[in-house]
C-alpha cells in the first residue's frame, strides 16, 4: 500500500516553468514505477510521462522536450519539472503508482497504476 501526495502546483504565465512533486508514504518506494497524468476541464485524463523503477523514462508526445520525470528515493519522491509551458497544459495533474521491480515496461495507461494523488492544479495563463 501507497499513499501519494502532489504539491507544486499553481498558476504561471505562458512560457514558465513548475516543478511538481509527489511525495510517496511506505518502504518500497523504490521499487515501484511511477506515472503522472493530466485532466483538463471537460477531457478524459491522459498520460503524461513515466519512470520505472530503475529510471528510464517515457513521455507523451505533447510534453516530450519540455518536461522532465525523476525521481529520487532517498526521499520517496518523484517529480515533473515542466518548462516552455503552453496554455494547454492546463490541467489537474496526478501522480499514479504500480508496484513492478525489475520491470523495464513503460506503463500509460490509467488501468495501469494501482495508487493515485489527490491531483495538483496547473494553470497556465496566455
Known amino acids: 500500500q501507497v499513499q501519494l501526495v502532489e504539491s507544486g502546483g499553481g498558476l504561471v504565465q505562458t512560457g514558465g516553468s513548475l516543478r511538481l512533486s509527489c511525495a510517496a508514504s511506505?518502504?518500497?518506494?523504490?521499487?515501484?514505477?511511477m506515472g503522472w497524468f493530466r485532466q483538463a476541464p471537460g477531457k478524459e485524463r491522459e498520460f503524461v510521462a513515466t519512470i520505472t523503477w530503475s529510471g528510464g523514462t517515457y513521455y507523451a508526445h505533447s510534453v516530450n522536450g519540455r518536461f522532465t520525470i525523476s525521481r529520487d528515493n532517498a526521499k520517496d519522491t518523484v517529480y515533473l519539472q515542466m518548462n516552455s509551458l503552453k496554455p494547454e497544459d492546463t490541467a489537474v495533474y496526478y501522480c499514479?503508482?504500480?508496484?513492478?521491480?525489475?520491470?523495464?515496461?513503460?506503463?500509460?495507461?490509467?488501468?495501469?497504476?494501482?495508487?493515485w494523488g489527490q491531483g495538483t492544479q496547473v494553470t497556465v495563463s496566455s
Open positions: 511506505g518502504r518500497t518506494f523504490s521499487t515501484y514505477a
Open positions: 499514479a503508482a504500480r508496484r513492478d521491480y525489475q520491470s523495464t515496461y513503460y506503463y500509460t495507461g490509467s488501468d495501469d497504476y494501482n495508487y
